[in-house]
Nanobody, 129 residues
Framework: QVQLVESGGGLVQAGGSLRLSCVAS????????MGWFRQAPGKERQFVAA????????????FYADAVLGRATISRDNDKNTVDLLMNNLKLEDTAVYFC??????????????????WGQGTQVTVSS
């Protein structure tokens, strides 16, 4: 079965950086678009970033939510079945549980939760002042 396991969360001061990682198994990883979502307490799970299964040189192969645009970089390694999210200049409002998700149907990618069929358990990111 498909498994997605996130790591890299933790407590960080505002202005700092974190790299979240997700290891995938049980799927043809290179054929899946991958995404990161986050959910703050009492709020809906929201889109953060996505990366297409298409080569990185393809226009539109990555997409970011406005809230993290310019501060986040999503990347993938198809040899290792991993997708990373590097977050810089973290803000208090970035505090949330971050989830990795796999989307086997979108081309090149989707920002919609409903298109992602497999999810990890999440990793907590807490930004302190």
């Amino acid at each position: 079965q498909v498994q997605l396991v996130e790591s890299g969360g933790g407590l960080v001061q505002a202005g700092g950086s974190l790299r979240l990682s997700c290891v995938a198994s049980g799927l043809a990883f290179s054929r899946y678009a991958m995404g990161w979502f986050r959910q703050a307490p009492g709020k809906e799970r929201q889109f953060v970033a996505a990366i297409s299964w298409r080569p990185s040189s393809t226009p539109g192969s990555t997409f970011y939510a406005d809230a993290v645009l310019g501060r986040a970089t999503i990347s993938r390694d198809n040899d290792k079945n991993t997708v990373d999210l590097l977050m810089n200049n973290l803000k208090l409002e970035d505090t949330a549980v971050y989830f990795c998700a796999a989307d086997g149907g979108s081309d090149p990618l989707s920002t919609q939760r409903r298109d992602y069929t497999s999810w990890g358990q999440g990793t907590q990111v807490t930004v302190s002042s």
